[in-house]
Structure formats: structure tokens, C-alpha cells
Nanobody
């Protein structure tokens, strides 16, 4: 059983920065992919960024390209999301997720952390 825990959410003014962390615990952790999702009120959950555990592949949704950076520290079983130039439309609950079983789906999820960007 893998547990994921997100840290680093909060309130920030537009143009500011936050760094989210997602720490994994449990059995030996070697996922295929890690992703950051977000869900704003009244909107569907969307994949914001993803990274392969080998680090050779990254993905960003168009709305965050050039502003967000996903990275991972394999030794610490941690994935990060550096968010710069934040906009009010980035306000959402952010979740980290892992594809542990290799089925092409995210099968382990954190509890989420709130990010609020004020204008």
C-alpha cells in the first residue's frame, strides 16, 4: 500500500510562487509515473503535470507551460511542483497521484492541498 501526502499549498498573491511537495511512503516505491492534478470548484479534475520516475519524460498542460516545473527526488520518494507566476485561475485543490501498478492509470492518490491565488 502506497500513501501519498501533499505539502506546500496556501494563499499567495497573483504573480507569486509556491512549491508543492508530494512524499510517498509505504512499500518500496517505484512508480512508472507521478502526476499533479488540480480541481477547481465546479470544474473537472485536470492533469497539470506529469513525470516519469526515470525522469526522461515530462508533460505539462498548456495553461501552465513556462510557469510550472515538475521534478522528482527518487532518493526521497518525493515529487515537486514549482509554480511561478501564479494566476487566480490556478486556484484549485492540487492532488498528487502515482501510477504504481503500471496500468497506464493513476492508482494512488494524495488527499490534496489547497492553492489559492488572490488577484
Amino acid at each position: 500500500q502506497v500513501q501519498l501526502a501533499e505539502f506546500g499549498g496556501g494563499l499567495v498573491q497573483a504573480g507569486g510562487s509556491l512549491r508543492l511537495s508530494c512524499a510517498a511512503s509505504g512499500r518500496t516505491f517505484s512508480p512508472y509515473f507521478m502526476g499533479w492534478f488540480r480541481q477547481a470548484p465546479g470544474k473537472e479534475r485536470e492533469l497539470v503535470a506529469a513525470i516519469s520516475w526515470s525522469g526522461g519524460y515530462t508533460y505539462y498542460v498548456d495553461s501552465v507551460k513556462g510557469r510550472f516545473t515538475i521534478s522528482r527526488d527518487n532518493a526521497k520518494n518525493t515529487v515537486y511542483l514549482q509554480m511561478n507566476s501564479l494566476k487566480p485561475e490556478d486556484t484549485a485543490v492540487y492532488y498528487c497521484a502515482a501510477d504504481v501498478l503500471g496500468g497506464g492509470k493513476y492508482d494512488s492518490w494524495g488527499q490534496g492541498t489547497q492553492v489559492t491565488v488572490s488577484s
